[in-house]
């Protein structure tokens, strides 16, 4: 995918809606040349530093979502109206109104009925706002448990399901590595191996002996399960791919959901890490091999 149609892509979802799950039927259609694994991984990206970029100003005006959530209004309603997806929103009024950290947030999400309590406590907002009616403080409990597992059950951009299915693919696609490796010989330590060593911040594999992949040396590879645009490759990833190569010398980083063609091309020609959105055939894959010392 060139740059400029990446872009397009990008210009499209910063138009719609921060808690708008895009129509990828639609946006396949008009982009038929990518992948709908490679949308859904931009979507995802976008999705994620909007989140980001928003949650300061939704942390600190949760007063106000709060009053709203309490006179009634439904929480998807609070969550359109303000612009933020509904589990990101129910995490914050859960911090906010049972006086729960962000942690204690995170373990109420994920299991509502086991971490709701069935009175809210007396000195958080909740509790405050029901001191003279314990019978109401119980059906907003209530009510908490049963809108979190709404939201967790229809939230498609910042669930936990997403978080969960985006660990799972990550890990698969490292099973996928070390096969490809082993399937042609390579000989390699894994990342646990490494962090079992003492290793600090270590790519998913270090390879026992260096490969050439299309003429550049390769000591190590990074798997990634998402697409690689500017933001992802430049701002956050050349921070930690250089400590790779300050350790380990030149590597290599496979984005399986695809790579921005330009980011691909300057790889190929300059610099110690290669990009590449799959891993090389056998053909572009040359092994070095020990000469025994006569």
């Known amino acids: 995918m060139r740059l400029a149609e990446y872009e397009s892509i990008r210009a499209h979802l910063l138009s719609l809606p921060c808690a708008r799950y895009p129509d990828m039927d639609a ?14 991984s931009i979507c995802a990206q976008e999705s994620s530093r909007r989140i980001k970029a ?11 979502h709060a ?37 204690a947030a995170g373990a109420l999400i994920r299991d509502p009925h086991g971490r709701v309590p ?52 990550g890990r698969e696609y490292e099973d996928l590595l070390e096969e490809k490796l082993n399937a042609l010989g390579v000989p390699f330590v894994s990342e646990g191996s490494l962090r079992a060593e ?3 911040k270590t ?8 490969i050439a992949v299309r003429g550049r040396v390769v000591n190590w590879i990074d798997s990634k399960a998402s697409f690689c645009d500017p933001i992802v490759h430049y701002e956050r990833g050349a921070e930690q791919f250089q400590g790779y190569v300050d350790r ?21 020609s300059r610099g110690d890490v290669l990009v590449v959105d799959d891993f090389p055939d056998e053909s572009e894959v040359t092994k070095l091999k020990l000469t025994p010392r006569v």
């Open 27 to 40: 946006l396949k259609a008009a982009h038929p040349g990518v992948s709908l694994d490679a949308l859904v």
């Open 54 to 64: 928003h949650h300061g100003r939704h942390a600190r005006a949760i007063s106000d």
């Open 198 to 200: 003492g290793h600090a």
């Open 248 to 268: 380990f010398g030149p590597g290599m980083v496979v984005y399986w959901l695809g790579v921005v063609d330009e980011i691909a091309e300057e790889s190929e």
């Open 118 to 169: 069935i009175h809210p406590p007396p000195e958080s907002p909740a509790g405050a706002h029901h001191a003279d009616d314990p019978v109401a403080g119980a059906a907003l409990c209530e009510r908490i448990r049963f809108d979190v597992e709404r939201c967790v059950a229809w939230d498609h951009v910042a669930s936990p399901a997403v978080d969960a299915s985006r660990h799972s693919a």
């Open 203 to 210: 790519p998913d594999v270090k390879l026992e002996l260096p």
């Open 67 to 103: 009053r709203r959530y309490l006179a009634g209004e439904d929480i998807f309603d609070v969550a359109h109206a303000v612009d933020f997806p509904p589990c990101q929103l129910m995490r914050l009024l859960v911090e906010h109104l049972l006086g729960v950290g962000h942690k």
